[in-house]
Every structure is written in structure tokens, then in C-alpha cells.
């Protein structure tokens, strides 16, 4: 009997031992940088910090021929930087406001590709070429009406003339913030002008000069930050955007 409390005293000695060990394993410490760049202009494709953002796909195959995605996000004005990632092999592609890099068929086969395979050590920079989905072009400078709202005037265009992106316009806003990460994520609704569309109301003002005019009278005169916003009708919430722009009052 006492033989074998001693030896059940001996494995849990042994177990604690081994439940003790920390994990020395180094931290991440490689870096994936780059952005997401509209092939027609050589402009990084505008988006919003968050979900409904550009977001970086990862997929490690060093050992893995069908890895578990890692995202991370892009930043508001097109480029992504990320200074935590694992060296290792990765199949690298960007999802967002544009005709997706990687397709497949209704049976799941890879129908086209532009990702780009690494093998990251130290640093890795990466740019990828997409069509968005639309361009926003600002049109001279946002102006202080007498009442001190803020007019401003955009032309939007098509990106792409990929047919399966051609849909209905369906949402054009205008974001008011005062900081300069504002779009559908982050916005003023005191001052935001947003605008939801039906049928083809929205796409007939394509190439056309619009003028959005805040809402809720004056506006508080500080640093404000204005972004437009618009998104078409193909089962997608993200929007693209125009840059961010500031005023000074006079």
C-alpha cells in the first residue's frame, strides 16, 4: 500500500512539474506591409477602419495546403501595415470595395487568382491592383454657406467595367466628424447628410457634379472633417470613399 502511495505521489509531483513549464516561444515580430491601389488612377482605394474596411487575408502553407484565414485590417487611407506576424509561408490577398482578387465557381474551384505568395522574414511589402467598385472625386473645396452649413461637390464614377459589378447605386452620404477617420463607421449624425437610393435613382447621377449640404444647421466651428461615401447594390455593405477633407473658418 505504501508503494503505491509513493508512486502516485511521485506522478503528481511530475505532473505539476510539467503543468509549470511557461511557453518560450518568441512573439511574432515580422512585418506585412503595403496597400490596395486603384489600378485606373495609382490612388490607394479609400475605406473605413473596421469591418466593413479592407481587410488583409493571410493564409499560412507552410504546413497547411488549406489553412485557416488570418485578417487584419487596412487602414483608412489605403495601406496596411501589421508588425506582429509569425515567419512563415503565406498566400497573401486584400477583400474589400472592389472586384475580389480570388474567385471560384458554384463547386468552390478557384476561377481566377491575384494573390501573391511570400515567404516572410523580417519584412515583407506588398501592393495589389484592384478595380473598385466606385471613385469618388472631390470637386473644388467643401464652401461655408451663409448659414453656416457646409456644401461640398463630388463626381462619382464606376471603377470597374466588370458586368457583375455594374449594379444600382444605392447609398451616397456624406460623413461629418471631427476627427479624420470618419466614414459609415464613424460619423456626426447631428451634421451627416445620408441618402439611401431605389432603383436606378442613384446611378443616373453618375458623372455627375453632386452637391451635398450638411444638415442640422450650424456647425460648431472646430476642426470638422468631411467624406463621402457611396456603395452600390451587390449584396456588399462595404462603401468606397473620397479622402477626407477639413475646412477653416474664416
Given at each position: 500500500?505504501?508503494?503505491?502511495?509513493?508512486?502516485?505521489?511521485?506522478?503528481?509531483?511530475?505532473?505539476?512539474?510539467?503543468?509549470?513549464k511557461?511557453?518560450?516561444?518568441?512573439?511574432?515580430?515580422?512585418?506585412?506591409?503595403?496597400?490596395?491601389?486603384?489600378?485606373?488612377t495609382?490612388?490607394?482605394?479609400?475605406?473605413?477602419?473596421?469591418?466593413?474596411?479592407?481587410?488583409?487575408?493571410?493564409?499560412?502553407?507552410?504546413?497547411?495546403?488549406?489553412?485557416?484565414?488570418?485578417?487584419?485590417?487596412?487602414?483608412?487611407?489605403?495601406?496596411?501595415?501589421?508588425?506582429?506576424?509569425?515567419?512563415?509561408?503565406?498566400?497573401?490577398?486584400?477583400?474589400?470595395?472592389?472586384?475580389?482578387?480570388?474567385?471560384?465557381?458554384?463547386?468552390?474551384?478557384?476561377v481566377?487568382?491575384?494573390?501573391?505568395?511570400?515567404?516572410?522574414?523580417?519584412?515583407?511589402?506588398?501592393?495589389?491592383?484592384?478595380?473598385?467598385?466606385?471613385?469618388?472625386?472631390?470637386?473644388?473645396?467643401?464652401?461655408?454657406?451663409?448659414?453656416?452649413t457646409?456644401?461640398v461637390?463630388?463626381i462619382?464614377?464606376?471603377?470597374?467595367?466588370?458586368?457583375?459589378y455594374?449594379?444600382?447605386?444605392?447609398?451616397?452620404?456624406?460623413?461629418?466628424?471631427?476627427?479624420?477617420?470618419?466614414?459609415?463607421n464613424?460619423?456626426?449624425?447631428?451634421?451627416?447628410?445620408?441618402?439611401?437610393?431605389?432603383?436606378?435613382?442613384g446611378?443616373?447621377?453618375?458623372?455627375?457634379?453632386?452637391?451635398?449640404?450638411?444638415?442640422?444647421?450650424a456647425?460648431?466651428?472646430?476642426d470638422?472633417y468631411?467624406?463621402?461615401?457611396?456603395?452600390?447594390?451587390?449584396?456588399?455593405?462595404?462603401y468606397?470613399?473620397?479622402t477626407p477633407?477639413?475646412?477653416?473658418?474664416?
Amino acid at each position: 500500500m505504501k508503494k503505491i502511495l509513493y508512486s502516485a505521489l511521485i506522478f503528481l509531483l511530475m505532473a505539476g512539474v510539467a503543468c509549470s513549464k511557461t511557453d518560450n516561444y518568441p512573439a511574432p515580430s515580422d512585418t506585412i506591409t503595403g496597400s490596395t491601389i486603384d489600378e485606373g488612377t495609382g490612388n490607394t482605394v479609400q475605406t473605413e477602419i473596421g469591418g466593413r474596411g479592407t481587410r488583409v487575408k493571410l493564409l499560412e502553407t507552410s504546413y497547411d495546403s488549406a489553412p485557416v484565414p488570418i485578417y487584419f485590417q487596412s487602414m483608412q487611407d489605403g495601406t496596411f501595415n501589421n508588425t506582429k506576424v509569425f515567419g512563415a509561408t503565406y498566400k497573401v490577398s486584400v477583400e474589400g470595395p472592389f472586384v475580389p482578387l480570388v474567385t471560384t465557381d458554384n463547386l468552390g474551384r478557384v476561377v481566377t487568382d491575384s494573390s501573391q505568395t511570400i515567404v516572410l522574414k523580417n519584412t515583407a511589402t506588398l501592393h495589389f491592383n484592384v478595380q473598385p467598385f466606385l471613385r469618388i472625386q472631390w470637386v473644388g473645396n467643401p464652401v461655408i454657406n451663409p448659414d453656416t452649413t457646409v456644401s461640398v461637390q463630388v463626381i462619382i464614377t464606376r471603377g470597374t467595367a466588370n458586368p457583375a459589378y455594374q449594379q444600382d447605386i444605392t447609398d451616397i452620404n456624406l460623413y461629418v466628424s471631427n476627427t479624420k477617420y470618419d466614414g459609415n463607421n464613424n460619423y456626426d449624425p447631428r451634421y451627416s447628410k445620408l441618402t439611401a437610393y431605389s432603383g436606378a435613382a442613384g446611378t443616373g447621377l453618375l458623372g455627375k457634379t453632386i452637391t451635398l449640404t450638411t444638415i442640422g444647421g450650424a456647425l460648431p466651428q472646430q476642426d470638422v472633417y468631411f467624406r463621402v461615401g457611396a456603395r452600390i447594390n451587390a449584396g456588399l455593405d462595404e462603401y468606397n470613399y473620397s479622402t477626407p477633407v477639413s475646412i477653416t473658418y474664416p
